[in-house]
């Protein structure tokens, strides 16, 4: 069972549809990364939380640290919000090591 | 930003293949990726202030070098069909590298036949 997992693996919505994608981790963490990689490999960090939520424009991140759970929501999705979204952690006591789920793969259709 | 070269490469097995990063300006801390075909990235190691800051499971044939000018190189001996993938580096700031916002390069597509 991987440490981290996403779901759905894809999702295709339409525009302007809220979107929602879940991670699900199985360690202690004490930190966790929602990243956006576009066709080509290119990855954006979106946001670092460890407690709440977060919000940057129309993306809004959550986190549940009893539970193990995190979500990331896109509001009003746009075509230019189809990307893969990867979710990863940083194991409590580890000052280095990230361990990534497997990606969300979005497409927004017009 | 961060940049890495080349952009694409082919190797065969057995081959050895120094790919490079280049930093965001001013960071200290540089951390290396290997995500195969539809997979997430997997941690290869990190480097801060020129050492070794820690290591995930990849065998010593993946070594790696990081230099003052903000710049570093991941080498990879006895190149295996395996090994083919993308590599990412991203950079970030301060001593807990990964706790910080990591900034990642466009990464190398790396071929093995």
């Known amino acids: 069972k991987n440490e981290v997992e996403q779901s759905p693996q894809n999702l295709t919505a339409q525009e302007g549809e809220f979107i929602t994608i879940n991670c699900s981790y199985s360690?202690?963490?004490?930190?966790l990364h929602w990243l956006q990689q576009h066709p080509g490999g290119g990855i954006v960090s979106l946001f670092m939380l460890s407690s709440g939520k977060k919000k940057h424009g129309r993306l809004i991140a959550t986190i549940n640290i009893q539970e193990k759970h995190s979500s990331l929501h896109i509001t009003a999705s746009h075509p230019r919000d189809s990307a893969v979204y990867i979710c990863?952690?940083?194991?409590?006591?580890?000052?280095?090591?990230?361990?990534f789920g497997k990606g969300t793969l979005l497409t927004v259709n017009p | 930003g961060v940049t890495q070269s080349p952009t694409h490469l082919i190797k065969t097995r057995g081959q050895q293949v120094t790919l490079r990063c280049s930093s965001q300006?001013?960071?200290?801390?540089v951390s290396w990726y290997q995500q195969a075909l539809g997979q997430g990235p997997q941690f290869i190691f990190q480097?801060?202030?020129?050492?070794?800051?820690g290591r995930g499971n990849f065998p010593p044939r993946f070594s790696g070098l990081q230099f003052p000018n903000d710049s570093s190189e991941l080498n990879v001996n006895a190149l295996e069909l395996d090994d083919s993938a993308l590599y990412l580096c991203?950079?970030?700031?301060?001593?807990?590298?990964?706790?910080?916002?990591?900034?990642f390069g466009p990464g190398t597509r790396l071929t093995v036949l």
């Open positions: 360690v202690g963490i004490s930190a």
């Open positions: 480097y801060y202030r020129k050492e070794e800051n």
């Open positions: 991203a950079s970030s700031l301060g001593g807990q590298g990964l706790t910080d916002t990591q900034y």
């Open positions: 990863a952690v940083r194991p409590g006591g580890s000052n280095y090591k990230l361990t």
């Open positions: 300006s001013g960071h200290n801390t």
